[in-house]
């Protein structure tokens, strides 16, 4: 088993900086890939970014990609997200997810085993 706990979403204006965190317990973390996934209201979960267990590859959505910076603290068991330049349109609840069994597309959802409960996000313009 895994648990993810997300922290660090709010209310921030357009512009503005967040950072998340999600913070795991139950097994090895650097032992997994990593993800963020967002859902806005109305609208379905979608893939924002991942990470390798080694951090080595990263992958970003279009949409924040230069914006949005995934990383990782195998020491600390923790995965991040930094968020600048923040919109409107990435108001959401923000989720992290972790991959234990090696997935070949961290694009997916399905390829991941865990989820936080998450952390909702809003940008007000």
């Known amino acids: 088993q895994v648990q993810l706990v997300e922290s660090g979403g709010g209310l921030v204006q357009a512009g503005g900086s967040l950072r998340l965190s999600c913070t795991t317990s139950?097994?090895?973390?650097?032992?997994?890939?990593m993800g963020w996934f967002r859902q806005a209201p109305g609208k379905e979960r979608e893939f924002v970014a991942a990470i390798s267990l080694s951090a080595t590859n990263t992958y970003y959505a279009d949409s924040v990609t230069g914006r949005f910076t995934i990383s990782r603290d195998n020491a600390e068991n923790t995965l991040y997200l930094q968020m600048n330049s923040l919109k409107p349109e990435d108001t959401a609840v923000y989720y992290c997810?972790?991959?234990?069994?090696?997935?070949?597309?961290?694009?997916?959802?399905?390829?991941?085993?865990?989820w936080g409960q998450g952390t909702q996000v809003t940008v007000s313009s």
């Open positions: 139950g097994r090895t973390f650097s032992i997994y890939h």
């Open positions: 997810a972790a991959d234990i069994n090696y997935g070949s597309n961290l694009y997916l959802q399905r390829t991941y085993d865990y």
